[in-house]
């Protein structure tokens, strides 16, 4: 068995090895002085009087922090900066104030220290638009003599860092306030959620997590949403109508904030109509809340006063109507719900369009606060002539042969929108399975439907029928 390293004798590489460790030891000590620091460069940045003065602060919530960078890009835009990254700042709770009294200390090897800036691309518009924004740096900035050193740090909720911070210290303390309050400024100036289709979810990526999502805004016509004519316009009334005339209004002295509920059995078209709404309100922003984001009410009714005009959609509001606090009768997401709605100016051009299966779980805690909601709206399964307009919709430009129609629209009665439309599919499925391949566009038969028909009415379809939303049928 060969010895190991350990017992083999000393050898002159081994001396070498020594010789140069050693050497590498010594320079390290004999150099520690010369590494470059956070605190050398901010006291050669701003001077003795500069590092002695007091740090500015402002902060966001964490989802600000595209608009943060938003900001601050507009405001170092004619500035001459230096960027300085900052690499070790993770799980390290410290600020401007903390790198300035390091300042003749013995370098850290694990603490914060220069280094490449390291940036997350966060979303800042649809279709996959994001931006990058610093994670944890310094720009000294140097404004027609007068030097600023703004330290940029993003939330960490992880590690008990919540907000969003931009600190500053300058040679001009009044420069230093008046940075953060122009950054701020800034930020809202270029906000980059405002005119856009919004949703929040909560905890992706853990507790204390808010992504917010950009999305495209739907573009519905008229005639794509099968409703009476008059409950649509009494809809669009209290939320375009509004909007349309709010300067006249105003100047009347009257509000603008409003709150429009749909309510219905599922099924009957409350998230079409909704998203119908949003379309006709271009360059209103637009907050969406569903299911397990409905907790975030405050943040999102936040951004719709700083962006109005502006929507907050609560879809399924009645789940939020079964959240229980510690005693009977509580339902603390929809008392804050309603707080929130309360607590707008009675001139923000805000509008809160919910949507609930559920009316019953509401009516009590909506007529214990009149004023909330102005406007409540039901809708109904579509009667005959609403399920023929549904049927010509979804048909569109598919061949088909409607001479049995009247027949399918009296055997349809109590179904919804979503069971005319898997009724057609399945018709032209029908139509595939029975002419052969390349034999040109599906045509569907009066066959066809009707076969597809007695399928979906079969009993042992009964799950189906229910998951599309129809009533039980004979």
């Known amino acids: 068995m060969p010895p190991s390293a350990d017992d083999r004798p000393i050898e002159l590489a081994d001396l070498g090895k020594l010789a140069r460790r050693g050497v590498r030891a010594v320079t390290r000590a004999a150099r520690a002085g010369d590494q470059v620091t956070l605190a050398a460069l901010l006291a050669a940045h701003l001077g003795e009087a500069g590092v002695g003065g007091d740090v500015v602060e402002e902060t966001w919530p964490a989802y600000e922090h595209v608009n943060v960078q938003a900001g601050l890009d507009a405001w170092l835009t004619g500035r001459s900066t230096e960027l300085v990254g900052i690499v070790n700042f993770r799980h390290r709770p410290f600020g401007l104030a ?4 390091m300042a003749g200390q013995p370098a850290d090897p694990f603490g914060p220290r220069p280094g490449n800036a390291a940036t997350v691309n966060l979303p800042c518009g649809p279709d996959g638009e994001t931006r990058p924004c610093l ?13 600023t050193a703004l330290l940029v740090r993003a939330a960490e909720p992880e590690t008990g860092i919540e907000r969003v911070s931009v600190q500053a210290l300058s040679t001009d303390p009044a420069a230093a306030r008046a940075a953060v309050r122009e950054i701020r400024a800034a930020a809202d100036r270029e906000n980059v959620f405002r005119g856009q289709v919004l ?5 992706v990526f853990g507790p204390g997590q808010t992504l917010l999502q950009f999305h495209r805004r739907p573009r519905l016509e008229s005639g794509q949403l099968v409703l009476a004519a008059d409950t649509l316009a009494e809809i669009e009334r209290q939320v375009v109508d509004v909007a349309r005339h709010k300067e006249r209004l105003l100047a009347a002295g009257q509000h603008l904030k409003r709150g429009l509920l749909l309510y219905g059995p599922p099924g009957v078209g409350k998230t079409h109509t909704v998203r119908y709404l949003v379309g006709r309100l271009p360059g209103t922003t637009v907050v969406q809340l569903t299911g397990g984001a409905l907790h975030l009410i405050a943040e999102a009714c936040s951004v719709a006063r700083t962006l109005q005009p502006a929507m907050v959609v609560v879809e399924d509001v009645d789940l939020i109507a079964e959240d229980r606090g510690m005693h009977p009768g509580q339902h603390p997401l929809l008392f804050q719900l309603l707080n929130e709605m309360d607590g707008l100016a009675e001139d923000a051009d805000v509008v809160f369009l919910l949507t609930t299966n559920r009316a019953d779980l509401l009516e009590p805690a909506l007529a214990a606060r009149p004023g909330r909601v102005d406007q409540a709206v039901q809708l109904t399964l579509p009667d005959r002539d609403a399920r023929r307009a549904l049927f010509e919709l979804y048909r569109g430009d598919l061949a088909m042969d409607v001479s049995g129609l009247d027949e399918v629209l009296d055997r349809t009665d109590g179904v919804t929108a979503s069971f005319l439309k898997e009724l057609i599919r399945r018709a032209a499925l029908f139509a595939a399975e029975r002419s052969p391949a390349g034999s040109g566009a599906l045509s569907v ?12 009415l079969d009993t042992r379809n009964a799950m189906t029928r229910t998951l599309l939303g129809a009533a039980a049928q004979g």
């Open 199 to 203: 949703s929040f979810a909560g905890e």
């Open 98 to 101: 903390e790198l300035v009294a």
């Open 445 to 456: 038969s009066a066959a066809d439907l009707a076969s597809a028909l007695d399928e979906l």
């Open 135 to 147: 994670r944890c740096a310094v720009h000294l900035v140097d404004d027609g003599g007068v030097r």
